[in-house]
């Protein structure tokens, strides 16, 4: 069954470090999407970085990359010089067509971070 | 400004009793979502419609009702309110494979 996995409940980072936050999935569907998405305390869901499975490169959006590694399932979500604005709930997502015609969506249990001054 | 709009922002209800949350899109998306994230289990799907006039049960659909009234609105209604329903509601709506979501609803059952 599909799944998405992220295995870290809370992570800290000093502000100006790199950080990454990890995402595994499970799937048997050749044609799939992975993304990430921020959650602030305020509650707002806010999109950040998209991956498709046949992308041969990384995608990348300003600060954010997806170090996407499909042999091992990962889609791993980086993000350079930390800033405070960065702390939030952090979810990964993947997207998949089981049959033709339909669409489904799962999201991970996701990863709170907490960027240090 | 453009986006996925829900009302309203925070219900407590009593249990059994019965609410109407609202999702309005004004991006002429075609399919709409309800979620709902419980502290722990990420976002659940509830309801969806993938176009107007068309509504499917997502992961987690009993105790929920849904509208898809035109194509801007989508409504999720609780008839009979249970704690268990104490949750954050989401309203999102899809463009390709990335979804745009409201601010969220914050429900409490007592």
């Known amino acids: 069954a599909q799944k998405i996995t992220q295995t870290q409940p809370g992570m800290f980072v000093q502000e100006k470090e790199a950080v990454t936050l990890d995402c595994t999935y499970d799937?048997?569907?050749?044609?799939?999407?992975l993304f990430w998405y921020k959650q602030p305390s305020s509650g707002e869901m806010i999109f950040l970085i998209y991956?498709?499975?046949?992308?041969?490169q990384n995608a990348t959006e300003g600060r954010y990359s997806l170090n996407f590694q499909k042999a091992r399932k990962s889609a791993n979500l980086v993000i350079s010089a930390s800033q405070l604005g960065d702390s939030a709930m952090y979810f990964c997502?993947?997207?998949?067509?089981?049959?033709?015609?339909?669409?489904?969506?799962?999201f991970g249990t996701g990863t709170r971070l907490k960027v240090l001054a | 400004n453009a986006g996925v709009t829900q009302t309203p922002k925070f219900q407590v209800l009593k249990t059994g009793q019965s609410m109407t949350l609202q999702c309005a899109q004004d991006?002429?998306?075609?399919?709409m979502y309800w979620y709902r994230q419980d502290p722990g289990m990420g976002l659940r799907l509830i309801y969806y419609?993938?176009?107007?006039?068309?509504?499917d049960k997502g992961e987690v659909p009993n105790g929920y009702n849904v509208s898809r009234l035109n194509k801007r609105e989508f409504s999720l209604r609780l008839e009979s309110a249970a704690p268990s329903q104490t949750s954050v509601y989401f309203c999102?709506?899809?463009?390709?494979?990335?979804?745009?979501f409201g601010s969220g609803t914050r429900l409490t059952v007592v």
């Open positions: 991006m002429n998306h075609n399919s």
């Open positions: 799937t048997s569907d050749p044609s799939y999407g």
């Open positions: 997502a993947m997207s998949y067509e089981p049959t033709s015609g339909t669409y489904k969506y799962i």
């Open positions: 419609s993938a176009s107007e006039g068309t509504t």
């Open positions: 991956q498709g499975s046949y992308d041969q």
């Open positions: 999102a709506s899809r463009k390709w494979d990335t979804r745009t």
